[in-house]
């Protein structure tokens, strides 16, 4: 099954949800898909910043030595930001607004990766 399948069938699970994506830790966007292309939200720029926050918190962890990390959530005023690893740098990503049910979204997260780690 491809990468831009199993993101469309996690944006079909999540209500509400505006983004699902994989970024990598070096900074850069792998694949995202986008519900709502008109939103007034810069949401390729989320890509961009998720892909950057994942970087800095695997390079934080290490100097740390805290270990791996396996997910990060973001919350800022308008929307929910899930992060969960997929493999050594590399994390499937997710946003919502704020409003939608989070847990549902995560818990849709966590087999979307699954999903993606028995296709690798």
Not at 92 to 106: C, E, F, I
């Amino acid at each position: 099954m491809s990468l831009t399948t199993i993101l469309n069938n996690t944006l079909d699970l999540v209500n509400q949800a505006k983004f699902a994506g994989v970024v990598g830790t070096d900074g850069l966007g792998i694949e995202m898909i986008f519900v709502d292309e008109a939103t007034a939200y810069d949401l390729e720029l989320a890509e961009i910043e998720l892909a950057s926050l994942a970087a800095l918190a695997t390079s934080a962890s290490n100097r740390m030595g805290a270990g791996l990390v396996r997910g990060l959530t973001v919350e800022t005023d308008a929307f929910t930001f899930l992060a969960l690893l997929i493999a050594p740098d590399y994390f499937a990503v997710l946003g919502v607004p704020v409003g939608a049910d989070v847990g549902q979204a995560r818990s849709v997260l966590e087999q979307m990766v699954e999903r993606m780690r028995a296709e690798l």
